[in-house]
């Protein structure tokens, strides 16, 4: 399938949304102040306790909410259609409309958008949406000061089969952030892969 850079662009952030609202419901409801506090600082969230976090959370007009984290997955999967196969974007609409009935539902329902889309027989849909899922765990270890070498190792296979792809122009900034997964060399490898998005087609 030759693949729109945008669509990429869409599988990649929908990886990164679902697999950052997954974390969220393990986490939630946050019952240390301690631990609330590091991921509030961490994500630059205006809350000062686990009570305030978790009403944040709850919160369907803040940007960090369940609620609208899960209307981010929800864009990316309608702008697919036509990129997923037939039976994978059926069974998501399927869970979307079960999540809009019941937002309670949130948080299984992003787990089962993840085992459909993890089920894609398109490669290169998987390989963006696996890239997405990878990056979003690195930024979140990072800022929460978590162990990162799995996600790197896993990462570095990715890299592989971009350069594959053609996206040799990544091998720089990846071996810097390789050598030092910190905030500066994220941002300038995600700033780098957000340049190779914006050409047509891969």
């Not at 961490?42 to 686990?50: R, T």
């Not at 990056?135 to 790197?152: F, G, H, S, V």
């Not at 500066?184 to 891969?202: A, I, R």
Request: include cysteine; charge should be negative; hydrophobic fraction near 40%.
């Amino acid at each position: 399938m030759i693949l729109l850079s945008s669509n990429a662009q869409h599988v990649f952030w929908l990886g990164r949304y679902l697999t950052r609202i997954q974390y969220l419901c393990n986490q939630f409801p946050f019952k240390s102040n301690e631990n609330a506090l590091q991921y509030a600082h961490a994500f630059c969230l205006p809350a000062f306790d686990a009570d305030s976090l978790n009403e944040l959370i709850l919160d369907q007009v803040q940007p960090s909410s369940f609620h609208r984290q899960f209307q981010n997955a929800k864009n990316n999967i309608h702008d697919l259609r036509g990129i997923l196969s037939a039976k994978s974007f059926a069974e998501l609409n399927q869970l979307l409309s079960q999540a809009e009935q019941n937002p309670a539902l949130i948080c299984d329902v992003a787990g089962e958008c993840n085992d459909v889309l993890e089920a894609e027989e398109e490669t290169t849909v998987f390989l963006f949406f696996s890239l997405g899922q990878k990056l979003e765990e690195l930024d979140r270890q990072i800022r929460l000061k978590q162990d990162r070498q799995k996600t790197l190792i896993d990462i570095h296979h990715l890299m592989g089969a971009l350069h594959e792809l053609g996206w040799d122009s990544l091998a720089e900034v990846w071996e810097k952030l390789k050598q030092s997964p910190d905030s500066m060399n994220f941002y300038h490898f995600s700033d780098h892969m957000q340049l190779l998005f914006e050409v047509d087609t891969l």
